[in-house]
Nanobody, 119 residues
Framework: QVQLVESGGGLVQAGGSLRLSCAAS????????MGWYRQAPGKQRELVAL???????NYADSVKGRFTISRDNAKNTVYLQMNSLKPEDTAVYYC?????????????WGQGTQVTVSS
């Protein structure tokens, strides 16, 4: 099992910045990717950014050039630096961790942190 603790959400004006953090604990030895998803009211959960164990990253088109995902393997923590925030970035942001074991990939989710961007 993997436990995730998120922090860093809040209310910010358009054009502002926020930094989300997610610390993993538990069965962290076989984590291969960490990332962030978000879900706005009435919409499906969508991938925002992902980083694998080699440091390769993947971003949603809507956040490219504005958001940066990073990972501190020593602290088992993933970060999402969000700059130039827009009202359409308003959502609950969920940390996601993928762990591989015996050919099966397990997905773990954080509790979610609210990000609200005012216009």
């Amino acid at each position: 099992q993997v436990q995730l603790v998120e922090s860093g959400g809040g209310l910010v004006q358009a054009g502002g910045s926020l930094r989300l953090s997610c610390a993993a604990s538990g069965s962290i030895f076989s984590i291969n990717a960490m990332g962030w998803y978000r879900q706005a009211p009435g919409k499906q959960r969508e991938l925002v950014a992902l980083i694998n164990s080699a440091g390769s990253t993947n971003y949603a088109d809507s956040v490219k050039g504005r958001f940066t995902i990073s990972r501190d393997n020593a602290k088992n923590t993933v970060y999402l630096q969000m700059n130039s925030l827009k009202p359409e970035d308003t959502a609950v942001y969920y940390c996601n961790v993928r762990r591989a074991e015996a050919g099966t990939t397990y997905y773990y989710w954080g509790q979610g942190t609210q990000v609200t961007v005012s216009s």
